[in-house]
C-alpha cells in the first residue's frame, strides 16, 4: 500500500512537471469557452420534416398552399408512413394534418431528443407553410421515444456531454500511453522492475492518476458551465469508470508497442473511433448501429441523462453496465499485456 | 553469492545462441568481473540474472534461491547499476533516490548521504534533467546501493568518469566487498577488472573461456613478453613481443642479433593480452 502510495506520488511529480496538470486545465477552459462564447444559443440542426395531411384539408386552406403541401418531396400519403420515414431517418419530424372545427389542425410528431428552439421553429415553419392562417386550438406534439425528451436547455450548454465524454474517453488514453511509452523509452521501467515493485502497481498507480486528472477536468467544465444542475454523482460516476477503462486500454497499447512512435498510430485510430459519436449529437440522432455500439455512444447519452434528465436514469445504468464491462475486459487485458511487455527488452 | 549452471539463451528460440551452456559460481563476499568485447553475451547474462529477461535453460541461484522459483521479494537483497543512465530526469537526485527508496520492504540508505559519498551532494536537489552524463552514471550507482544489496550487478560503473571520481567509485566497491556483499561486475576495462576483480570470466562469443584469479592469469601468462624501443630516424617505436608466439620470439631474436633497439624491459602482461591469448579476439 505504501508502495502504491509512492508511486502515485511520483506520477503526480512527474506529470505535474511535464505540464500535464496545466494541459488538462487549459483544455478544460478552452472547452468551457466554446460552450459559453462561440457554440451559438440556438442552433439550427437541419432536420427533415415529413408531411401528410387527409384530403379535407384542402377544403380549409388556400389551393396554393394546399399544391405547396401535397407537392413537397417529403409528403407521404398517411400518418403511418411518416411515423416509419421517421424510424428510419432520427434527424426529423413528422406534420400530420387534419380538420378540427373548420380549421386545419397541426400534429407535430417529434423523436424525443429535440429541445424547445427545435420544436418551435418547426412550428413556426409549419404555420408559415400554411400561409399563416389560424390554427384549430392548439398543435399536438406527439413523441415517438417517450422520457428521453431533453428539459429547456439553451443548445450551447446542451453540448457539455461531448467534452465530458472525449475528455475522460480520450485524455487517458493518450496521456497514459505516452507516460508509460516514455518510460520504456527512457529505461526507467528497467530501474522500477527490478526493486520488488510489482509491475501492476505501477500500472495501478498510472490509473489512479488520470482518474483523479479526469476527475478534475469533468468538474471544471461541468462547474463553469452548467453548475450545479443535474446529477453530479452519476455523472462523476460515469466519468470515473470511463476514464478507468481508457486508461487501460492506452496501457494495453503501450504494453504492446515498443516505443512512442509506434504507440501514436493505434492510438490515433482508437481515439477517432471513439470520438465518432459526436457525430450523431450534432446530427441529432444520426445513430447507425455501428455508432450505437461503441461505449462512447452509450457514455453520451448516460452523460446527457445524468446532468438533464432528472426524471429517469435508464441511460445511465446502460452506460454504467458498458463501462463497468470495459473495465473488466481492458483491466485484464492491461495486466496480461503489462506481464507480458514489461519483462522483455 | 551467485551460481549458474548450464545457463544458455537464444532470442530467436532456435540454436542462434547469445549466451552458450555457462556455468559459474561466485561465493559471498567476491568480485566477480565479467569481462568480454561488445556483443559477447555480458548484459545477456546479467539481465537473465536480474530477471529482465525469461529463463530459457539452465540454472540460477541469487542468495540461495532459484530464480525461476522465487518471487520479487528477492529484489530486497538485490541491487542493480544499469549502463544506462535511466533516471527520472523531472525528477531531482534525492527525490529519485527517496522514490527507489519507497520500492523496498527493507531498511535503507539515506538518499543524502548516498548523494555526498559519490561526489553529488551540491546536485542533490537539482532535477537530473540538468545532470551531466557523469552525474548521472553516479546517481545510478548510487541508486543501485540505496537497499543496501547483499548481491550487486554493475554494469560499467566506471565509463567515463574522471579518474578522480573513478577512485572514489571504485573505494566504494572495495568497501561494501568488506562487508561481504557479493559483486558481479561487467566490463571492458581490463583495468577495472584487474584491480578490483577477485576472480574474472573472460567471455566470448556467447562462452566463456577461462575463470581465474588476475593474478594467477598474470602467473601464468605473465613475465613473458619483452617491451623494445627502436629509433626511427627522429621518432621512438615501441613494439611487445610475445615469448609464447613462435612468429613473436623469431622476430625478437633477429631484433636482438641485428642490435636494432634501444630499450628492452621485460613485462608483465596485462589482462587485456591475456585475453586476446586465450579468445583470439580484442576487448574494443
Ligand atoms: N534484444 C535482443 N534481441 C536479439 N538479439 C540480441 C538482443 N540483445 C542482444 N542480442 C544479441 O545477443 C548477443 C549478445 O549481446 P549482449 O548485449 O549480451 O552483449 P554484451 O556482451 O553485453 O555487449 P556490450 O559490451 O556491447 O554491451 C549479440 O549478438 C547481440 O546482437
Ligand atoms: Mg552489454
Known sequence: ?345 | MIKVKNLSHSYTKDDNFAVKNISFEVPKGEIFGFLGPSGAGKSTTQNILIKLLPLQKGKVFIDNENIAKTSKELFNRVGVSFEHPNIYKKLTGVENLEFHASMYNVPTEDPLALLEMVGLGQAANQRAEGYSKGMLQRLVFARSMINKPRIWFLDEPTSGLDPGTAAIIKEIIQEKKRNGTTIFLTTHNMQIADELCDRVAFINEGEINLIDSPRNLKLQYGEKFVKITQRDDASVIERRFSLLDKADKAQLKEIIERNEFETMHSQEATLEEIFIKVTGRRLT
Not at chain 1, 244 to 259: H, R, V
Open chain 1, 1 to 345: 500500500m505504501s508502495r502504491l502510495i509512492s508511486l502515485v506520488k511520483r506520477e503526480f511529480k512527474i506529470t505535474a512537471r511535464n505540464h500535464y496538470l496545466f494541459i488538462i486545465l487549459s483544455i478544460a477552459l478552452i472547452l468551457v469557452a466554446v460552450i459559453r462564447f462561440v457554440v451559438p444559443a440556438e442552433m439550427d440542426f437541419d432536420t427533415t420534416l415529413f408531411l401528410t395531411s387527409t384530403s379535407e384539408v384542402e377544403t380549409v386552406l388556400d389551393s396554393t398552399n394546399y399544391q405547396a403541401i401535397t407537392e413537397d418531396s417529403n409528403y407521404l400519403q398517411t400518418r403511418e408512413e411518416v411515423i416509419a420515414a421517421m424510424l428510419d431517418n432520427n434527424n426529423s419530424m413528422g406534420v400530420a394534418l387534419t380538420v378540427l372545427n373548420d380549421k386545419p389542425h397541426l400534429e407535430l410528431i417529434i423523436q424525443g431528443f429535440e429541445n424547445e428552439q427545435v420544436i418551435n421553429l418547426a412550428i413556426a415553419s409549419i404555420q408559415y407553410y400554411l400561409g399563416n392562417i389560424p390554427l384549430s386550438n392548439n398543435y399536438y406534439i406527439n413523441t415517438l421515444h417517450e422520457g428521453t425528451s431533453i428539459a429547456e436547455i439553451p443548445a450551447n450548454l446542451s453540448v457539455v456531454p461531448l467534452p465530458i465524454m472525449l475528455e475522460s474517453a480520450m485524455m487517458g488514453l493518450f496521456l497514459i500511453a505516452v507516460m508509460l511509452t516514455l518510460e520504456k523509452d527512457h529505461r526507467t521501467i528497467k530501474a522500477y522492475v527490478i526493486t520488488p515493485g510489482r509491475v501492476y502497481e505501477l500500472l495501478f498507480a498510472k490509473v489512479i492518476t488520470m482518474l483523479f486528472y479526469a476527475f478534475l477536468s469533468a468538474s471544471v467544465i461541468v462547474g463553469l458551465t452548467l453548475g450545479f444542475r443535474g446529477n453530479w454523482l452519476q455523472m462523476l460516476i460515469l466519468v470515473g469508470t470511463t476514464s478507468i477503462w481508457s486508461s487501460c486500454l492506452g496501457l494495453m497499447i503501450a504494453n504492446l508497442c515498443k516505443s512512442l512512435t509506434s504507440a501514436m498510430m493505434p492510438l490515433i485510430i482508437v481515439s477517432l473511433v471513439l470520438a465518432a459519436p459526436v457525430m450523431s449529437y450534432f446530427a441529432p440522432m444520426f445513430a447507425p448501429s455501428y455508432l450505437r455500439m461503441l461505449p462512447t455512444y452509450s457514455l453520451m447519452l448516460g452523460l446527457r441523462e445524468a446532468l438533464f434528465i432528472e426524471s429517469s436514469s435508464t441511460l445511465f445504468y446502460q452506460a454504467l453496465n458498458y463501462s463497468a464491462l470495459l473495465v473488466l475486459v481492458f483491466g485484464a487485458g492491461m495486466m496480461l499485456s503489462g506481464r507480458y511487455a514489461l519483462k522483455g527488452s
